[in-house]
């Protein structure tokens, strides 16, 4: 496999699109494919390794040129992929533990769960219009992602891109309160 040099590396730094696109076309495969070895989704995988470029894009200034760019996506790749397999391991443990109809909900759990819904409405209204719009067909209306970028005349990438946007938002609204839960 070809290695980025460091002039792509510093063009990169400095803010070269051609030195990033470069980049992308180099690694986008290579490390969702590793990514989807760990979790096990190629969807998933995919959105990770697209998150992963945009934090590398908007963290450029800070990648080490005289370190392995290899070992740097590699680790950065892996830590994602076990950071998604803690939270859905996280999230599939609280579903069992506290989802079951049979559960005997406590009016604080009912609290919770009423605050919860409302971080998460507040969120999406916090949505850009195109984010929001996505979302909403998805989780509200049940489309799937290709009908939806038909309805709103995009493409079904720009529609998972903008659902695991969308995610990330709603996950950041909610981790405030998931600190605060004994």
Known sequence: MK???EDTLHAL????HKAFEEIFVLYFLKIKTFISAYIKSDAD???LAEEIFLNLWHNRASIDTSKS???YLHTIARNAALNFISHTLARES???NYS???AGFTSEDELIAHETALLIEMAVERMPE???QVYKLSKEEGLKNEEIARRLNTTKRNVESQLSLALKDIRKAIS???FLLP
Do not use: M, T
């Open 45 to 47: 995988a995919e959105d």
């Open 100 to 102: 079951e109809p049979d």
């Open 130 to 132: 195109q984010r929001r």
């Open 3 to 5: 290695n980025i040099g």
């Open 13 to 16: 730094r400095e803010g070269d």
């Open 69 to 71: 760019f290899n070992s």
């Open 176 to 178: 405030v309160l998931l």
């Open 94 to 96: 609280y579903q069992n």
